[in-house]
């Protein structure tokens, strides 16, 4: 199993995705939470066969939400770089 690190940015990201929804659909957030954690363990348990690649990161889309989390693979370490949304230029996160 590899080693999981999420970037500050990244968590930023995340909460600035439960605000939206906590203001939005409130009842929707707790269930996004839900499944971006189940996809954090199946990236952490095999990181590269549901993934696509992008350039030099790789990218796993959530089930039922309109997100990508961006991560990279350095030996056996997992970084996300960002979850963002499907809608967004996907190289933001090479901006920050």
């Given at each position: 199993m590899f080693h999981f690190h999420i970037r500050v940015l990244a968590r930023e990201d995340i909460q600035?995705?439960?605000?939206?929804?906590e203001e939005e659909a409130p009842?929707?957030?707790?269930?996004f939470l839900e499944i971006l954690h189940a996809e954090?363990?199946?990236?952490?348990?095999?990181?590269?066969?549901?993934?696509k690649k992008y350039r030099s990161t790789r990218v796993?889309?959530?089930k039922n939400f309109p997100y990508?989390?961006?991560?990279?693979l350095r030996d056996k370490t997992v970084e996300v770089l960002a979850v963002l949304h499907t809608s967004r230029n996907p190289e933001i996160w090479g901006k920050r």
């Open positions: 600035q995705i439960v605000e939206y929804y009842n929707v957030t707790d269930r954090f363990e199946v990236i952490r348990k095999n990181p590269i066969i549901f993934s796993h889309y959530l990508g989390i961006h991560y990279i």
